[in-house]
């Protein structure tokens, strides 16, 4: 896929740290979720450092829009991921950013011999459903894991 001009698709920085969490913090205030407060947040470069883990970010006209992380799933089968902390800005959503991150994540995913992956989401978050279904992941009927995003009750799988 090709980016908008003025577009940049890439790895997380320790510097984007504090421009994320004001971003994953706007998104799930927007969508009502409680999670605001998830540690990790401040930390995004840190936690995505670990092995067979990225983090992505997209960055429009030298201004962050967003990200999203991929990672073992915790508690699951050594060959699932999970896509994780996917928050895009509403002013960069529509124009196939998400679908850039999303494929940026598959392709490190697949790299990293993972078989399957798993992302949760909550069940407001209807445009990151048509995403994931647009992609191949199926509806699951209970979660896996260990689990992100307590509240939510939307689990998708999709084989890599």
Do not use: H
């Amino acid at each position: 896929m090709t980016l908008p001009p003025g577009t940049v698709l890439r790895p997380i920085l320790p510097r984007d740290d504090a421009a994320l969490a004001a971003i994953a913090r706007q998104v799930l205030a927007e969508f009502g979720s409680g999670l605001a407060s998830d540690p990790e947040v401040d930390a995004m470069q840190r936690a995505y450092s670990r092995p067979r883990s990225a983090y992505y970010v997209v960055e429009r006209d030298g201004r962050l829009g967003g990200g999203v992380g991929i990672a073992p799933l915790l508690g699951g089968e050594e060959g699932v991921c999970e896509l994780r902390k996917f928050y895009l800005l509403p002013n960069v959503r529509g124009i196939g950013l998400g679908q850039a991150l999303l494929d940026q994540c598959l392709l490190s995913a697949r790299g990293f011999g993972f078989g399957q992956c798993y992302v949760e989401v909550l069940d407001r978050m209807s445009e990151a459903q048509r995403l994931l279904e647009r992609n191949g992941f199926q509806l699951l009927q209970a979660r896996m894991g260990y689990g992100e995003l307590r509240g939510s009750n939307t689990w998708y799988l999709r084989s890599l």
